[in-house]
């Protein structure tokens, strides 16, 4: 296929416009259609204010997807929708031949993803789910330290709040959702703070140690007296993912309402040592002197930086050219996982 790939967005909120940013800048893409139902999400001042340089100029814009698909001139289409918004429009793209790049979830349900998957295996089309981690320095540089180890467990705990979810751009009070716009804390809409948000804690370990196994989920669901606008998702969630190669992985989340605090843990172990995110950098903690050591070593002595990659690189921005090339060359190994490595 020849460059630039003609490329249409569904849904133009909160992610969409961090990706609209991204394949602005990127030469191999041309933004051809905008589809949102909510025309105040398509006038081009608003995308202005997101996108530095932003024109709509030859740019089509429509509030019914329908439309957009039948107009053609499309290569790829991204769906940047709630999850619980999807109706058939990844299905009808893959039939049309359509590239596709999904957010994450692509669904609330798991007969709905595996249909989108049998369609877009059926038609042999290039299609990614957006999950941006993997293209993070900080995350190629521990999968590559990791490569010859034995992994044993890993525990990330994240302690959040309601109130930090933010304001989206869907009328969710006129689609029967939240009064306040944030569908993020609403279970109807979101799938639980599990789905909606530890899915790229998830992703980001298989991207790491390879497939699950088995999973084993615990939540403690939220008081009704203690709903507002919707916000019913759990107060807390306790969920141990086993990996077929044998890691144990512990994911802690919470999400409370007046406290206005958060704060979180990580920790990787291998056989022979722990592996941490300090100051916004993977370090590792391991012994490699001989063995048995006449003193005890020192913390300092244990500890060891692990090598980052390309650190100035962005992930959003690199996961959105790796999807545009594969799209141009028809080559989905240029994308670091596909629709299909993503269910």
């Keep these: 296929m020849a460059t630039p790939v003609r490329i249409g967005i569904v849904g ?13 800048s ?13 025309p105040e999400n398509l006038e081009e001042g608003k995308l202005q204010s997101y996108v530095e340089g932003f024109e709509l100029r030859d740019i089509r814009t429509f509030t019914q997807f329908d439309e957009m698909l039948a107009a053609g001139n499309l290569d790829a289409v991204y769906f940047c929708i709630p999850p619980n918004r999807h109706n058939g429009e990844v299905i009808a793209c893959a039939a049309a031949g359509l590239a596709l790049f999904v957010e994450k979830p692509v669904s609330l349900y798991f007969d709905e993803a595996v249909e989108m998957e049998k369609a877009i295996g059926a038609a042999g089309v290039i299609a990614c789910v957006g999950f941006n981690q993997r293209h993070v320095p900080n995350h190629e540089g521990i999968r590559d330290f990791l490569q010859d180890k034995r992994l044993v467990m890993a525990t990330i705990v994240s302690n959040g709040t309601l109130e930090s979810h933010s304001v989206k751009h869907t009328r969710t009070e006129d689609l029967d959702g939240p009064g306040n716009r944030v569908w993020a804390a609403s279970a109807a809409w979101s799938g639980t703070t599990v789905v909606e948000a530890g899915i790229h804690q998830l992703d980001t370990m298989r991207y790491w140690a390879g497939d699950v196994d088995w999973v084993r989920a615990d939540y403690v669901h939220r008081d009704d007296d203690d709903i507002e ?4 998702n759990p107060y807390a969630y306790s969920v141990t993912f086993g990996f077929a190669g044998g890691l144990v992985f512990n994911l802690l989340l919470s999400r409370l309402r007046k406290t206005f605090y958060g704060d979180g843990y990580n920790d ?12 916004g950098a993977p370090v590792a903690y391991y012994y490699e002197g001989p063995y048995p050591p006449e003193t005890n070593p020192s913390v300092e002595q244990l500890r ?10 962005d992930g959003t921005h690199h996961i959105n050219e790796c999807f545009v090339r594969a799209v141009a060359s028809n080559d989905e190994t240029l994308m670091r996982n596909t629709f299909r490595s993503s269910m």
């Design 268 to 279: 990787l172990i291998w056989d022979h040592g722990h592996l941490k995110i300090e100051a």
């Design 304 to 313: 060891h930086q692990v090598p980052v990659p390309d650190q100035g690189r």
């Design 26 to 38: 990127i030469p191999e893409a041309q933004i051809v259609s905008l589809c949102d139902p909510f």
């Design 229 to 232: 606008d919707g916000g019913d």
């Design 12 to 24: 133009l909120g909160q992610r969409a416009l961090q990706h609209l940013k991204c394949l602005w």
